[in-house]
């Protein structure tokens, strides 16, 4: 028993914690910040002002998190991100192939509880800040449900907030809307019509009874349907999360009007419930339900702070590599309506780039502040730009990217300007890339310390047998191949059939850019007739200039069959000239005006299980893979393979790693393949595969005769181990003792 007299007030207790970086925002930029920090030995406190962590792709939300693969519906090939995003979504597709969005929040603080030197602080919310001159002190934050107030003093601080926290009360420059055309020569800069921020939304799921369910709207829905300019293309079949159209309050401010944005979206998604249930139009709706609706909108953009760079459309369409290329992004520049649902314009406008783009460390940090990385929706970029950096995937990166810059500066006592010059990036570059992230177009320097490498074996590509039926040539295909600069294509043969004589004509194509995979230049072309089923002779005459990916198209004839094979390769794969319409309207991106973008085909590889090979014969084997490929920094496909595979006799395959003189390194790092491709969408979608087939899920790694590590149950293409300090060795084995059904391919190790 408590008793407590009367007193004249109280106060809420008061907490005061001591960090050397402060990341404010839970979602998957923040998480992904502090948990890079974290692993690279800084004290760490993460403040969330939600209950679960992911931000727009927790639970609370349910929205997919996606990046640069684009749902697979670009030509960004091999895209997928890498380092702690790329962990995340492997780890997820592993235990959440069916995309529960619980069990993503599940994951996502799992991951959190289990990181050492970082203190995680849901439910709490930075109410207050403490700065002096360019530098912020400390942070206040309140949490509602423990009555606690919480100050932490740090070093650093990140903004991972989405709508700026910490930069917006340390007074720090920033922007809200989009800029006027002129300014940065945007050509896709909206005008008043289509407005100048992206709204909210909310999204529901549904779920089918056994008998009818009657369905009684709440008193504030949305009572005339036809306000809805897009009205008639709801359906019953589709979920609610399928209906990211259902937006609004890019007229409104999208930070203090959240509250009036939140019950109008409400009253959107009741009237559209209740039309779709009550108006006659959905007979086949009778046994439908409302399951869930989202108790916060998911919000697009508020504030963007400035930095020393503003990112902007010219860098995405351009694919400008920065000299401070820190992250990349590959999504389009998707921008909407400002009036959203109410609009009668179309839900969005999207255009892609042929490639990925690079995003500078300059964007990363505020320029008002010495001591605030930014980071997610936050970075300095403008609003044309930002319609394309600000999917989750990509923030992802970008979180690593300041965690681990926030490590650097506390080491060298340095603020992010000084860490973003041209004699100091390198530093932050190497680091990223050491640590299994990718950067387009940047390769580390030395990942083994001049080790010489040697396999067991090697598989060499002459033929794959046609034992999976066949597919009739409905569509544009082709079989996308790269060769190294110097190397000739040789003579192919495919197996094809046709009930009469059909002509077929046959391009080579290749992109313009050599790290591209848009067939954006034609080669050569020429034409075959198929009638009996048999080999076909395709005789192209091309030398590569460089390393680069070929396509080898074949044009659309039904009448023809080519014979598959069931044999699945890495970096090797079929693409169709087709559409995916969660990201496209046709197979090829045009423009109905000036837009500044480039028109190209959308050549799309199909999703697994589907995707398709065909068989063919070389007329002398083409070496696609190769030992020597784990030595030269790229850890994925880009413009050649980059990777190692065993040949596929071989039992028990091997590499080794062997020095002159003992090394002594404090981790090893090794890059394996799990399918950059596959999109690995985080909920709702669902996967076939929770192990793509060419991971590794089963291996040991010896330090000359001991063993450092056996791993099991690998289901990541990035694995660390941490070697005793008091180990050196000059060889290193790896053994790859069992995969998840292809053959196990591997791109690097990196010794750091």
């Not at 419930?273 to 953009?301: C, H, M, Q």
């Not at 042929?354 to 609003?383: C, E, M, Q, V, W």
Request: net charge negative; charged share 20%; with cysteine.
């Amino acid at each position: 028993m408590q008793t407590f007299t009367a007193e004249s007030s109280r106060s809420f207790p008061h907490q005061h914690l001591r960090a050397q970086l402060v990341v404010a925002g839970g979602g998957l930029a923040g998480l992904c910040a502090a948990l890079a920090a974290a692993r690279d030995g800084l004290a760490v406190v993460l403040i969330q002002d939600r209950p679960v962590l992911g931000g727009n792709a927790s639970s609370e939300v349910r929205l997919w998190a996606n990046g640069a693969t684009s749902h697979m519906g670009n030509n960004n090939r091999w895209a997928r991100e890498g380092g702690i995003m790329g962990e995340i979504m492997e780890e997820n597709l592993f235990r959440n192939k069916e995309g529960n969005p619980v069990l993503f929040d599940m994951l996502l603080l799992d991951m959190a509880q289990a990181q050492s030197g970082l203190t995680l602080l849901l439910n709490t919310a930075v109410c207050s800040l403490e700065h002096q001159a360019r530098r912020i002190e400390s942070v206040t934050a309140f949490n509602a449900i423990n009555q606690t107030l919480y100050t932490v003093d740090a070093d650093y601080f990140c903004d991972a907030t989405g709508d700026g926290v910490l930069g917006f009360l340390a007074g720090a420059e920033h922007r809200v809307g989009a800029e006027e055309a002129d300014e940065l020569g945007e050509k896709m800069a909206p005008g008043d019509s289509f407005g100048h921020k992206l709204g909210h939304s909310i999204y529901f799921y549904t779920k089918k009874g056994d008998s009818p369910i009657d369905f009684v709207p709440p008193s504030f829905a949305l009572k005339d349907i036809t306000d809805i300019p897009r009205y008639r293309r709801l359906t019953s079949t589709l979920n609610g999360c399928d209906l990211w159209w259902l937006e609004w309050g890019g007229r409104l401010d999208t930070v203090h009007e959240s509250e009036e944005i939140k019950w109008e979206l409400w009253k959107i998604v009741w009237g559209v419930w209740d039309y779709i249930k009550n108006s006659g139009a959905f007979p086949d709706a009778a046994n439908l339900t409302i399951e869930w609706v989202g108790l916060i909108p998911g919000k697009r953009e508020s504030r963007r702070f400035i930095g020393d760079y503003i990112l902007r459309q010219q860098d995405i369409i351009e694919q400008r590599d920065h000299y401070d290329a820190v992250a990349y992004g590959g999504w389009s520049i998707d921008l909407h309506p400002a009036d959203g649902v109410y609009s009668t314009h179309d839900g969005c406008r999207q255009f892609h780039s042929k490639g990925t783009y690079t995003i500078p460390f300059r964007s990363l940090y505020s320029r008002s502040l010495d001591n605030l990385l930014l980071t997610g929706r936050l970075i300095s970029a403008s609003h044309v730009a930002f319609g394309s950096a600000r999917v989750m995937c990509t923030c992802g990166l970008l979180g690593e990217v300041a965690g681990r810059a926030a490590a650097i500066c506390h080491q060298q006592r340095w603020t992010p300007q000084r860490l973003a010059s041209p004699e100091n990036i390198t530093r932050l570059q190497q680091h990223l890339l050491a640590s299994g992230f990718h950067i387009p177009r940047l390769r580390l320097d030395d990942p083994t310390r001049g080790a010489s490498v040697t396999a067991s074996s090697t598989f060499e590509l002459t033929q794959l047998p046609a034992d999976a039926g066949w597919h009739a040539l409905e569509a544009r295909c082709a079989l996308l191949l790269p060769l190294k600069a110097g190397e000739t294509l040789p003579m192919l043969w495919f197996t094809l059939r046709a009930a009469s004589p059909q002509r077929i004509g046959i391009r080579l194509m290749t992109s313009e850019k050599s790290a591209n995979t848009t067939a954006d230049l034609l080669l050569e072309e020429s034409e075959i007739t198929v009638h009996q089923a048999g080999e076909y002779a395709v005789n192209i005459h091309y030398r590569a200039e460089c390393d680069r990916y070929l396509f080898i198209a074949f044009e659309d004839n039904p009448q023809v069959e080519m014979a598959l094979t069931r044999q699945r390769l890495p970096g090797v794969m079929t693409v169709f000239n087709s559409v995916n319409p969660r990201v496209a309207k046709r197979t090829r991106q045009t423009a109905d005006g000036d837009y500044g973008v480039d028109e190209f085909d959308f050549w799309l590889p199909r999703r697994q299980p589907h995707q398709i090979l065909p068989a063919l014969r070389f007329a002398k084997p083409l070496a696609l893979w190769h030992v020597n490929y784990t030595l030269n920094g790229c850890a994925r496909p880009e413009q050649h393979t980059n990777g190692w595979l065993p040949a596929a006799a071989d039992a028990h395959p091997q590499l080794r790693w062997r020095w002159e003189k003992p090394q002594s390194p404090r981790r090893l790092t090794l890059m394996f393949d799990n399918d950059f491709d596959n999109a690995m969408e985080s909920v709702q979608m669902g996967h076939a595969l929770a192990v793509t087939a060419h991971c590794t899920t089963h291996y040991r790694l010896w330090a000359d005769d001991a063993l450092l590590a056996e791993v099991k149950n690998n289901r990541h293409s990035l694995c660390s181990h941490v070697v005793p300090s008091d180990l050196a060795f000059t060889e290193l084995r790896l053994e790859l003792v069992k995969s998840a059904g292809g053959l196990p391919a591997f791109y690097a190790l990196n010794l750091s």
